[in-house]
């Protein structure tokens, strides 16, 4: 569906196929033409279209964004079903869960979706993320299998004995140098999900750090990466005695995407 159609559906509360096969659907009231010139401008603008809309799809099911929370991203999806297809072959029965990074809940709510026996957790260090990741879970009718917290990275366990089974996150990879040739309508996204230090590997180092007290031994990361860190990735995960070794997963585009970790026994 390209930006257009996403519009014309939004505005007259339909499908794609019925802005062609339903000749009979009335022309746009007056409100609905003042609404689509108002989105019309401030796309030009720059302005995502996705906080336009109030709404995107992810995995097949609909998540509110709004400004200050990241929009879900198609590529995110390769490391769900990554995640996904792990637990459904490895036997764990109620396998628990932590996302890292949750944002507007779609990774969280997802794979409950997808795992009905999950445990889920999910952090984030923004209070407007967990607040819309709530909603999400709420409005999904998932809201009762995930816990949320707002925290930075593991603080929220500090003095716990939680473990988890995997760890999944699509945390933050973009260099300084990096952020500054983003496109100009994901530049209106929050920076917070996108910057990570001068090399981009900020978040990576923090959570190889701090995991190994939170993974179960036996247990696996599923890390979201950026393009050409994959070497930069294994040197980060050979340090110490904790992994026992770092498999990549490339997108459609041939680029490895996902980073799956695995902790020894």
């Known amino acids: 569906m390209n930006e257009i159609e996403a519009i014309f559906c939004k505005l007259m509360k339909c499908g794609r196929s019925s802005l062609y096969l339903d ?85 969280a709510v997802s794979l409950v979706k997808f795992l009905k026996k999950s445990k889920l957790h999910a952090v984030d260090i923004s209070d407007a993320c967990v607040s819309l990741a709530k909603t999400n879970a709420r409005l999904n009718g998932v809201s009762s299998k995930i816990y949320f917290y707002v925290s930075d990275l593991f603080s929220c366990f500090k003095g716990s004995e939680i473990k988890f089974d995997i760890i999944v996150s699509n945390p933050p990879y973009v260099s300084a140098k ?43 990361l599923f890390l979201e990466i950026g393009y050409g860190q994959t070497v930069a990735i294994k040197k980060i995960f050979s340090s110490g005695d904790e992994w026992q070794g770092v498999e990549f997963k490339k997108d459609l585009a041939g680029i490895d995407r996902v980073a799956i970790i695995a902790k020894k026994s």
């Open 23 to 107: 000749g009979q659907k009335p022309p746009l009231s007056p409100g609905q033409y003042n609404r689509l010139n108002k989105i019309l401008k401030h796309r030009a603008g720059g302005e995502p279209l996705q906080y336009l809309l109030g709404d995107t799809e992810f995995m097949g099911i609909r998540f509110k964004v709004r400004p200050g929370v990241l929009i879900p991203r198609p590529e995110t999806e390769i490391l769900l079903e990554e995640v996904i297809e792990f637990i459904s072959s490895s036997g764990i029965e109620y396998p628990r869960i932590l996302d890292i990074g949750t944002g507007s809940g779609n990774i």
């Open 178 to 220: 990096e952020y500054k040739r983003l496109p100009v309508d994901v530049l209106r996204e929050p920076s917070l999900a996108f910057k990570a230090g001068k090399d981009g590997l900020l978040f990576f180092r923090a959570i190889e750090k701090e995991s190994r007290s939170y993974l179960k031994r036996g247990g696996f």
